[in-house]
Nanobody, 123 residues
Framework: VQLQASGGGSVQAGGSLKLSCAAS????????MGWFRQAPGKEREFVAT????????YYADPVKGRFTVSRDSAKNTYLLQMNSLKPEDTAVYYC?????????????????WGQGTQVTVSS
C-alpha cells in the first residue's frame, strides 16, 4: 500500500495550493482519508478528514473556511485545496489512509501514510 502526496511548493501569503494524494496497492473507496501537517520543531497535527463517500468532512479550527478536502474515488485520489494561505500553514503535509469508513483526528486512526510534501508560505 502506497500513498503519494504531491502538489506542495512555495507561495506568498494569501495564495493557494492544491495537494493531491494518490493511493496504490489498496482501494480506499470504502475508507476515510486524512491530512496532517508537521511544522518545524512541532508535533504533527491533524488538518482535515473525509469519510468514505465524501459526504462528511471535518477540519481543524485553524484551517476551517480556507481548506477543502475532497476525493475522487474512481481515481483513488484525494485532494486538499488550500486557499488564503498564511505563513503559519508552513509545514510538511501528509496524507493518511484510515482503517475504517470514517477517519478521526488522531494519528492512530490512520495505519497508512504517505511521505509528505513541503508547503512553504512566505509573508
Amino acid at each position: 500500500v502506497q500513498l503519494q502526496a504531491s502538489g506542495g511548493g512555495s507561495v506568498q501569503a494569501g495564495g493557494s495550493l492544491k495537494l493531491s494524494c494518490a493511493a496504490s496497492g489498496r482501494t480506499f473507496s470504502s475508507y476515510g482519508m486524512g491530512w496532517f501537517r508537521q511544522a518545524p520543531g512541532k508535533e504533527r497535527e491533524f488538518v482535515a478528514t473525509i469519510n468514505w463517500n465524501g459526504a462528511w468532512t471535518y477540519y481543524a479550527d485553524p484551517v476551517k473556511g480556507r481548506f477543502t478536502v475532497s476525493r475522487d474515488s474512481a481515481k483513488n485520489t484525494y485532494l486538499l485545496q488550500m486557499n488564503s494561505l498564511k505563513p503559519e500553514d508552513t509545514a510538511v503535509y501528509y496524507c493518511a489512509g484510515a482503517s475504517s469508513s470514517y477517519g478521526g483526528r488522531q494519528e492512530y486512526d490512520y495505519p497508512y501514510w504517505g511521505q509528505g510534501t513541503q508547503v512553504t508560505v512566505s509573508s
